[in-house]
């Protein structure tokens, strides 16, 4: 959520926000957050993107991922768009899956920039099948004219639907197939934080199917910006020429850096606690009257919640809110709503949410 966003809204640091990836931010907070870190430790400068705390959020990075290196870049569009061009070229054409961000959000960025046509594979299903991929793949090699695709691109968990996973077992075997081929492979992981800690799949285990894996800063870490493209050593060195080529190389970016250093040991330091709490939550709201709690078999941290029809959506947020307790129904089709857990969940107690909820339904349930 955006600073603008968080101005309108009358939060405090008791306020629960089920939907987004965290808390609306401010820069009054980041400008607080700084002043806190800089008291216990030196925010080392960088040049241009290089060394400092970009330097040490790099290393520590590449580390979770289990990746030799990692490049820091400014934004998630920019890092998925290098990954592809470099792992692709010679080639010309890749797959990803229709509903990712790189193909319905960039603005044919990567086919305009870097002559690399996308091919999308799965319509609107979070991911495409391995019998999809391979059709395509032959498609591309059999036709009148040869265009051998040069990248295979997975999205996992997919904003667009809901932050549904690919299992990993479908992971395993796509990546293990293209790898016969030789086509490498690389991960939109943008919250694979949150999805790890929910599958229980770890870090590393992912990461290591693909030859190159993005990461948000901000979506999670609390940064105003910043992605990490990680990879191998060979692949990550001198990427930075390509970064700036595309004007990413930022002539200061340790500020940014350091505060997603410290935004990803609070979330590291919490995370197991929110899912376990959110489990529980989410079991016992499903108890109250006029809702129906559902999963995804396929999700992540993103859930379901249908109201009977006789729930008035609008006055059950207005309620809510008045409890500083904030929903999106814009996400709402035939009175189902989606709530997404993040740390702010660990802001009340379940009973506390609990007797919220069950306040507001009544009122909004009411004639």
């Keep these: 959520m955006s600073s603008n966003q968080a101005d309108k809204l009358k939060i405090s640091e008791g306020s629960v926000f089920l939907y987004g990836d965290d808390a609306p931010y401010s820069n009054n907070e980041f400008i607080t957050r700084l002043k806190k870190i800089s008291e216990s430790n030196e925010i080392a400068n960088d040049s241009y993107s290089i060394g400092g705390e970009v330097g040490k959020l ?46 319905q959000d960039s603005g044919d960025s990567v086919q305009q920039l870097s002559g690399v046509n996308l091919v999308p594979l799965g319509s609107t299903n979070p991911y495409f099948s391995l019998d999809e991929l391979k059709e395509s793949l032959n498609a591309s090699i059999s036709g009148r004219v040869v265009n051998p695709v040069g990248v295979v691109v997975i999205e996992s968990p997919v904003r667009r ?23 490498p492979t690389h991960l939109d992981g943008a919250r694979l934080f ?10 590393q285990k992912y990461s290591h199917l ?31 020429h390509i970064r700036r080529m595309f004007g990413g190389s930022l002539p200061s970016a340790s500020i940014s850096a350091s505060l997603a250093l410290d935004g990803l040991e609070l979330f590291e330091s919490n995370v197991k606690m929110e899912v376990d709490k959110s489990n529980a939550f989410l079991d016992a709201l499903n108890k109250l009257p006029h809702l129906e709690v559902s999963r995804y078999p396929d999700g992540s941290n993103i859930v379901p919640v249908k109201f009977s ?7 059950l947020e ?10 999106n129904t814009k996400t709402s089709t035939n009175n189902t709503i989606h709530l997404t857990i993040n740390l702010t969940i660990l802001r009340k107690s379940n009973d506390e949410l ?4 069950s306040n507001a339904i009544k009122v909004s349930a009411e004639n």
Aim: proline share 5%; with cysteine.
């Design 318 to 327: 207005d309620s809510l809110r008045a409890e500083e307790v904030f929903i």
């Design 309 to 315: 029809s006789t729930v008035d959506l609008q006055k």
């Design 161 to 183: 639907c809901y932050g549904r996973l690919m299992p990993y077992e479908d992971m395993k075997a796509i990546t293990g197939y293209c790898r016969e081929l030789g086509i």
């Design 194 to 203: 949150i999805a790890s800690s929910i599958t229980q799949v770890p870090l």
């Design 210 to 240: 693909f030859d190159t894996v993005y990461i948000s800063m901000w979506k999670y870490f609390r940064a105003p910006y910043g992605a990490i493209l990680a990879g191998s050593k060979e692949f990550c060195e001198n990427l930075f």
């Design 354 to 357: 609990l007797k919220i909820f």
């Design 58 to 103: 790099e290393s520590a990075m590449a580390k979770r991922l289990g990746k030799e290196a990692s490049v820091f870049f400014p934004t998630g569009t920019l890092a998925n768009h290098v990954a592809i061009r470099q792992l692709c070229l010679p080639q010309k054409r890749a797959i990803v899956p229709e509903q990712s961000h790189i193909y």
